[in-house]
C-alpha cells in the first residue's frame, strides 16, 4: 500500500509507519485492553483478540501510531474492490480523548486516496454500540449486515467523493 508513512516534525509528535515485528507484543497488549470489555457482552473473545499480529505485520498490513516512540494505536489495512477496509483500529485507553482514532482513521483515508480508491469501509460487531455510533459520526453510513465467523456484524462505508 504505497502511501509514504505520517512523519512527525518532532519525536513527541504523532507518528504513524508501518508495524515492525518488535511492534506486536504492544499492539496485543492494546487491542487486548480495549477489547476486553466485550467478552462478558459477546461471550466470547472479540475477533480483534484471535488475531495473529505477527504473521499480518510480516506482510505489511498493520500500521502503528507512534508518540515519543510508544506505540499508542494500530490500524490494520487491506484493499478490497474498491475501497481500503480498515479491520482494525484501537488506541490505547491512555491516548484515548486526544483526536488519535482520527488521524489513524484519516491515514486509512489518504491511503485510498493514494491508490486511487474512492472510499474506506469497515464493519464492527452490532454489540459494540460505541464504535458503532463513532463510525457514524465521523461519516460512516451502514451497507448492511451479516453473520460471519460467528459474529454479527454491521458493516460501514464512508466514500471519499
Do not use: C
Not at 480495549?34 to 505489511?60: F, W
Not at 484493499?79 to 491515514?107: C, E, H, P, W
Not at 485510498?112 to 460505541?130: I, P, Q, Y
Amino acid at each position: 500500500m504505497g502511501n509514504p508513512a505520517i512523519a512527525p516534525k518532532s519525536s513527541e509528535e504523532p507518528a504513524v509507519e508501518i508495524a515492525k515485528a518488535q511492534d506486536v507484543p504492544a499492539i496485543k497488549r492494546i487491542t487486548d485492553a480495549a477489547y476486553s470489555k466485550y467478552i462478558e457482552v459477546l461471550g466470547t473473545l472479540p475477533a480483534a483478540m484471535k488475531v495473529q499480529y505477527d504473521k499480518i505485520v510480516e506482510k505489511q498490513q498493520v500500521y502503528v501510531l507512534r508518540v515519543g516512540g510508544e506505540v499508542v494505536g494500530s490500524v490494520i489495512l487491506a484493499t478490497a474492490d474498491d475501497s481500503v477496509t480498515v479491520n482494525n483500529l484501537v488506541v490505547a485507553s491512555s491516548a484515548q480523548g486526544r483526536g488519535f482514532g482520527r488521524l489513524l482513521m484519516k491515514y486509512a483515508e489518504d491511503k485510498a486516496r493514494g491508490l486511487g480508491l474512492v472510499a474506506v469501509t469497515l464493519f464492527a460487531n452490532e454489540k459494540m454500540l460505541d464504535n458503532i455510533g463513532w463510525y457514524t459520526r465521523i461519516g460512516f453510513v451502514e451497507t448492511g449486515r451479516k453473520t460471519e465467523d460467528g459474529f454479527n456484524r454491521v458493516y460501514f462505508r464512508k466514500n471519499l467523493v
